[in-house]
């Protein structure tokens, strides 16, 4: 740490982002109360680059600029969002904790506060994720999908009538900004498969940092690690990154670990889906057991697909 006592937090500089960093510190502070915090905000390449396609440019486009400054010694740790994380994370770094999960379920916003089902010939629906476009495509097929960016407030701002009639969010940013009257419609994880780690705060350091360490095991949750240990396993037989319609959801029931995977075609025009049980004690091969059950039924071509993209 760079003075006794001060720990060096980086984070990006949206609401969302600041508020997640405010609930680790928060968590900290409990632990450690004679901790203070320095927080440092970063601007990645995804945040400067914000009209740009988001599968065009790459993995890691809201962390790398954090990462590197946390190699660099500049930072002690650093808040993430765990979907924004490749599988992969550079040489030198690890993630030093998971909080509990917050809820993993995506959810609908629209103009008419109607369900999907229910949505209008030709509703605009907005969103730049490849994963919910395709189930989009597929489970709603009277709807068009346009793409839209931005942070959680442009885009609810966008989602009243101007570029579009509704989008698709994360209600765990909803849940923390406080902004949960304007969801319109919870969708189910089961069948609208949430990416890998959404709902989850990892917090990322550099290895060797003992006591940064040592801190961190205070808000670390064994449940959620287990989970997203097996969702990230999913992905990374793709490849280790989210430019592709793909999904992962593990929970626990006691010694149980259930996990919802989908793969799908861009154009929604392919979706495969399969939920597997196996033990808590094995969530890697568990990954592993979903991937052939989705390549069993016929879901190899896009998976060789999403490997070369």
């Not at 885009?155 to 940013?173: F, P, V, W, Y």
């Not at 969702?231 to 670990?257: H, I, M």
Request: charged share 20%.
């Amino acid at each position: 740490m760079a003075e006794s006592n001060v720990v060096r937090v980086g984070t990006r500089g949206s609401s969302l982002a600041r508020r997640q960093t405010d609930q680790v510190m928060d968590l900290l502070r409990a632990s450690q109360p004679e901790l203070e915090f320095e927080v440092n905000i970063i601007r990645t390449h995804g945040d400067a680059n914000a009209n740009a396609p988001l599968a065009g440019m790459g993995l890691g486009v809201f962390v790398k600029e954090i990462e590197q400054q946390l190699l660099s010694g500049q930072l002690d740790l650093a808040v993430h969002s765990l979907k924004d994380m490749p599988t992969q994370l550079p040489s030198g770094l690890s993630i030093g904790a998971v909080l509990e999960r917050e809820d993993p379920r995506d959810v609908q916003v629209n103009r008419w506060h109607c369900p999907l089902s229910d949505l209008p010939l030709e509703t605009r629906i907005g969103t730049s994720s490849p994963r919910r476009a395709s189930q989009l495509k597929h489970n709603c097929p009277q709807v068009h999908v346009v793409p839209i960016r931005g942070n959680v407030e442009t885009r609810l701002s966008k989602a009243q009538g101007g570029e579009c009639d509704g989008t698709i969010l994360a209600a765990a940013g909803l849940i923390r900004l406080g902004l949960t009257e304007h969801i319109t419609e919870y969708l189910p994880p089961q069948q609208f498969v949430p990416p890998p780690g959404q709902g989850v705060l990892a917090v990322e350091i550099r290895d060797g940092q003992e006591f940064i360490s040592h801190l961190l095991n205070t808000i670390e949750h064994s449940a959620t690690r287990r989970a997203i240990t097996a969702e990230r396993a999913f992905l990374e037989t793709l490849g280790g990154g989210c430019q592709v319609p793909v999904g992962a959801y593990a929970y626990a029931e006691a010694e149980t670990l259930i996990l919802t995977v989908f793969i799908g075609s861009p154009d929604g025009k392919y979706v495969f889906r399969d939920t597997l049980h196996g033990s808590i004690h094995n969530p890697v091969e568990l990954a592993t057991n979903a991937y052939e059950a989705l390549v069993q039924q016929g879901a190899g071509e896009l998976f060789e697909t999403a490997r070369t993209e």
